[in-house]
């Protein structure tokens, strides 16, 4: 088995699947899941995405919500659009399950991998932003009037830049 | 054409296929016996791009059929397929590759119809933040009675200090 410095095995894990950004963790009982469109990654410029996806940290509590992913840009002003469809319902979630958006065509539904643990790597890789833009990607749940009360969920996100500058930084 | 350092192949690969862990040959009789065997640790959470098995020295006349799959200890998560079973194994010869091949979890490992060559494999995520877990593989229908098979598994991190060892 070879063996790599840390720095040298997140070079290998950059080139492979992009910059990897994590929000903190958000709870359900105050910010996430709660009918609402919350920020999770703001976004400068166009990047392309390798990899979108919540993991829960704490299971759910049994509320049928659904969740989508989203894209809004402040500068210039584009209002919220759907990067995925509502998601099934996430109730009960198991740590380690996954909220993973598909990639393909934009609209495809996110989907909630069936075992804590494993899920797809994204089948396509979305182009979100604009040149110079500012925006922001969202987990939004108001397509279900229901809210989710207890439990918590981390966002990862792998991309690449795909205009000069274009970044993205974890909103909380 | 152009001279590289072996070290400096081994790390194009390891950036463009992921980093590589292999088993060890395990003996099919110990081995592939209808019972659930773990064959990678996994700490975190990782991509995998590539996770296949290769029969070393030959098969024996046995339609064994395997599947991989994964299970966590931190957090507590029972053994979950990462595929459906496979095609029989049997009387399979050196360089015949069982694959995960990685589009929808559970899609069936494929079994190449001659040694040497697979088709393409599609990565997917196993494990989660802080985790610890392994990646087994589970045969059924009949074991195996002789043979041996190495399991390969190419992948990269996707949380902070995630890494994989080798089981066996």
Redesign the interface.
């Known amino acids: 088995m070879r063996s790599y410095a840390n720095s040298t095995v997140e070079v290998s894990e950059v080139l492979n699947s992009g910059l990897r950004v994590e929000t903190g963790i958000a709870v359900c009982t105050t910010t996430i899941f709660k009918q609402t469109s919350v920020p999770i990654f703001t976004v400068y410029g166009v990047i392309r995405i390798s990899a979108l996806f919540g993991e829960a940290t704490t299971v759910f509590s049994a509320d049928a919500a659904k969740g989508r992913f989203t894209f809004t840009s402040s500068d210039p002003v584009i209002a919220e659009a759907n990067m995925s469809a509502d998601s099934a319902v996430v109730t009960s979630l198991a740590k380690g399950t996954r909220l993973t958006l598909q990639g393909d065509v934009v609209g495809t539904a996110a989907v909630i991998t069936a075992s804590a643990g494993i899920s797809f790597w994204p089948l396509g890789k979305m182009i979100v932003g604009t040149n110079g833009g500012t925006g922001t990607i969202n987990l939004n749940n108001d397509g279900a009037a229901v809210s989710v009360a207890t439990g918590a969920m981390q966002f990862v996100l792998c991309y690449t830049p795909l205009s000069d500058g274009a970044y993205a930084v974890n909103v909380f | 054409m152009r001279n590289y350092s072996q070290n400096t192949q081994?790390?194009a690969s390891?950036?463009?296929n992921?980093?590589?862990?292999?088993t060890s040959a395990m003996a099919n009789a110990t081995y592939m016996i209808q019972t659930q065997q773990e064959i990678f640790n996994v700490y975190g959470?990782i991509?995998v791009?590539i996770l296949y098995g290769e029969v070393v020295t030959d098969a024996s006349a046995n339609a064994t059929t395997l599947k991989f799959n994964?299970t966590?200890t931190t957090?507590v998560?029972g053994v979950?397929?990462?595929t459906a079973a496979s095609g029989s194994l049997s009387a399979a010869v050196p360089g015949t590759r069982v694959v995960c091949l990685?589009?929808?979890?559970?899609t069936g490992a494929l079994v190449d119809a001659g040694p040497g060559i697979s088709g393409a494999m599609?990565?997917?995520?196993?494990?989660?933040?802080d985790?610890i877990?392994t990646i087994g593989i589970l045969t059924a229908t009949a074991s195996q009675a002789s043979g041996t098979t190495k399991f390969v598994i190419d992948y990269?991190?996707?949380?902070d200090?995630a890494?994989v060892?080798?089981a066996h």
């Open positions: 081994d790390f390891d950036v463009i992921g980093i590589e862990v292999e959470r991509k791009n994964f966590s957090p998560i979950a397929d990462m990685g589009t929808a979890v559970a599609l990565p997917m995520i196993i494990g989660t933040v985790g877990g990269v991190p996707l949380s200090g890494y060892t080798a």
